[in-house]
């Protein structure tokens, strides 16, 4: 999922002016601290650069943020407990906010 959101907003961008645009919007942005009509990209570039730092809260991320997984679906795709979901998923939100707000 995260893949097809990122590439349809290059092709979007890629467009040109006179193109019919579809807005692309996730309600996990307001979670992460993020305006709903913010750049899929800027997340993405963030996420990237997060994977570095701590590749399992990237992926819990990744898996709450674009594939729409709550935290005990995320805890069992993963193989981890609860507990440790709902840590990284608040680590994640703190630093990808912080991140975005920069932008």
């Given at each position: 999922m995260r893949r097809i959101l990122v590439n349809h907003e290059l092709a979007r961008r890629a467009a040109k002016r006179d193109a019919e645009r579809v807005p692309v919007t996730l309600s996990g942005l307001a979670e992460v601290g993020v305006a709903l009509d913010?750049?899929?990209v800027a997340v993405h570039e963030s996420l990237l650069a997060f994977e570095t730092i701590d590749a399992r809260a990237a992926k819990v991320v990744e898996l709450?943020?674009?594939?729409?997984l709550e935290n005990e679906e995320v805890a069992e795709a993963l193989e981890v407990?609860?507990?440790t979901v709902k840590r990284d998923w608040a680590a994640a939100r703190?630093?990808?906010?912080?991140?975005?707000s920069v932008r």
């Open positions: 913010r750049d899929i709450r943020f674009f594939g729409g407990s609860l507990a703190a630093w990808l906010h912080r991140e975005l």
